[in-house]
């Protein structure tokens, strides 16, 4: 019989995919990333518990173009500096991926917030745009003139914070207790430049990053990067703590309950 490709797959092929996995090369991207403060009231409102707001109310948007062989992918993050306990990083509300095979390992192992969408990066001499956006509206924007050449930083980690769940199947809650991920990643910088610019936040109802405003805009560079990825849960959270904050990551919190049409089953 011929092989029957949705089959058990044997240990010897479960055991080179792993090993595969293992063995990615770097993988460097070209992005933009702003840095600003915000309200602390908005801050503090879009953190689930047991996260707290860090030191200073900061917003950061990552948007890249991934160098991935054959395989172009764009990816964003928009996120809030948050610490658990002793550990500070940042909380991601949304992070669009121009691929499904991005925004699928991610969601499933880590819990990161990826949706679909488009994400832009472009270069024109010193002109740099680079921008987010889902059902038509470019919800984060950033533009501005290179300056200037920066001096190259140390590779060092940074944490994010994602929560892993799986809502209910019968829509009252979490099917097991959601748990609290810490995702650190080893960054190295091999370009960065400085953009002198502005951050424009457009209004939508699918990503109202616009709750969180510019109200200093502290630094906003282009650069290329690498950085290799891993995560670990760090607690199981009350689940009734987090329900209130699962809208973050759907555009309709019931989509998670639509149900197939007759006949599809």
Known sequence: MARVRYGARTEREIAATRTASARLPDIWST??????ETDPDAVAAVLPPPLKPGARPLVRVNISKVDLPG?????GSFAVAAAHGTVDG????VMPMTHERALTGGREVF?????LGEVTVERDGLV???????????????RGAVSGPLPLPEPAPKTDF???CLPAVDGSGFDGDPVLVHCVRNERVRRLEWITGDVVLRESMYDPVADLPVRRLLEITVGEKTSDQRGRVVERVDPQALLPYLHQRYDDPLQVLDAPPEGSR
Do not use: Q, T
């Open 90 to 93: 940042w909380y991601p509300l």
């Open 31 to 36: 992005g933009v990333v702003a840095v600003w």
């Open 71 to 75: 395989y172009p992918l764009g990816a």
């Open 111 to 115: 819990g990161e917030p990826k949706k």
């Open 128 to 142: 740099v745009r680079a921008a987010l956006a889902r059902h038509g509206i470019a919800f984060v924007e950033v």
């Open 162 to 164: 994602y929560f892993k």
